[in-house]
Nanobody, 124 residues
């Protein structure tokens, strides 16, 4: 069984930064593509960013380009999301996801495993 555990969420003022982590266990994740999604209150979950299995390629939603950075840890079983210049509308629950794939996956249905999410609250 695959487990994904997010951490690093919290309360931050607009313009501030947070670094989220997603720790994967249960498999060797060097063969897994990873992604981050978020769900704002009252809205559907949306794609944020994704990284391929070796960390060589990334993709970002237009709304976060230049402010967010996804990366993989040295052991490849951890994925990070560095979020800078946060905006109030980015408040929500952030989820990491994993899939056994060589590509970069942008659709929720492409992912097989999901974490429980971590709350990010951006105050004015």
């Amino acid at each position: 069984q695959v487990q994904l555990v997010e951490s690093g969420g919290g309360l931050v003022q607009a313009g501030g930064s947070l670094r989220l982590s997603c720790a994967a266990s249960g498999r060797t994740f060097s063969n897994y593509a990873m992604g981050w999604f978020r769900q704002a209150p009252g809205k559907e979950r949306e794609f944020v960013t994704a990284i391929n299995m070796n960390g060589g390629s990334t993709y970002y939603a237009d709304s976060v380009k230049g402010r967010f950075t996804i990366s993989r840890g040295n052991g490849k079983n951890t994925v990070f999301l560095q979020m800078n210049s946060l905006r109030t509308e980015e408040t929500g629950v952030y989820y990491c996801a994993a899939a056994l794939s060589r590509g970069i996956l942008k659709l929720q249905d492409e992912y097989d495993y999901w974490g429980q999410g971590t709350q990010v609250t951006v105050s004015p």
